[in-house]
């Protein structure tokens, strides 16, 4: 991978994609490195540096975090996949777990608000969908969460 | 990732290094809860030295502060780096705590 423009003056980075593929079980310790794996290929690809310090690491926590402890319950047996495509442009993450599933919109709820600002947890949804340009939620072969970042200079 | 503590007068300074998030939260929890059941009050965490901070991070934070708070003690932070105040200022957290840009000013508010 390099940022060599090439013979026509067009920057070689600007036709690279990258796509990856992993697979953890359902162990919260697991995060931290599949974030570092993900953000690491990001980075080479010239996103904005908060995209890769602050967007991404956060909603990929959340998204993994929520696989691990209500999709699949915790269960350790049960595995977490991660889908990671990559351009100059966007990526796109998806998060897939064994869950049945669950309504995305009907789960988000405003923790900035005044009941709801000094509890403990109901951040996390609210989180990816302000840190991502998209997020959505799914079934296909196991409950899919897609999320979608622009990339920015 | 690791939380360093010490004290600073009367001040419990803890240090978060790395990140703080789903995998060590009750790490950083439990530490602070066992000073404060030793009879500490006052509590200050330093950010200078982390990366990303999740909701359940996020979350620790607001329930050390009511449990403090309860007991009469204070929470304060200090050293958010630009990310770190995004968060803080995304889910208006940043109205919840006193956050104070450096280790000494946080020192010399309690």
Do not use: W
């Amino acid at each position: 991978m390099s940022s060599r423009p090439d013979r026509g003056g067009t920057p070689l980075l600007d036709s690279l994609h990258v796509a990856l593929e992993l697979e953890i079980p359902s162990d919260v310790r697991y995060i931290e490195r599949v974030v570092e794996v993900v953000t690491h290929q990001v980075s080479r690809l010239a996103y904005h540096p908060r995209q890769v310090t602050l967007n991404l690491p956060v909603a990929l926590t959340e998204a993994l975090s929520n696989a691990i402890l209500r999709g699949n319950a915790d269960v350790t047996q049960r595995c977490v996949r991660i889908h990671c495509d990559v351009n100059r442009e966007r990526v796109i993450l998806e998060v897939v777990d064994e869950g049945s599933g669950f309504d995305l919109l009907a789960c988000m709820q405003d923790p900035t608000s005044p009941e709801n600002i000094v509890r403990e947890d109901g951040r996390g949804l609210f989180l990816m969908a302000r840190l991502m340009d998209r997020v959505e939620s799914f079934t296909n072969h196991g409950n899919v969460v897609r999320m979608t970042l622009h990339r920015h200079d | 990732m690791s939380f360093a503590m010490q004290k600073n007068g009367e001040v419990v300074v803890v240090d978060v290094a790395g990140q703080l998030i789903v995998g060590n939260r009750q790490e950083l929890k439990q530490k602070v809860l066992d000073e404060l059941e030793k009879g500490e009050r006052k509590f200050l965490i330093d950010f200078s030295q982390t990366g990303y901070i999740d909701s359940s991070g996020l979350g620790v934070l607001v329930s050390l502060s009511k449990k403090i708070r309860e007991q009469g003690g204070e929470l304060r932070l200090s050293n958010l780096n630009d990310d770190l105040k995004t968060l803080f200022e995304l889910t208006k957290l940043d109205t919840l705590f006193q956050i104070t840009d450096t280790r000494e000013r946080a020192l010399q508010s309690f």
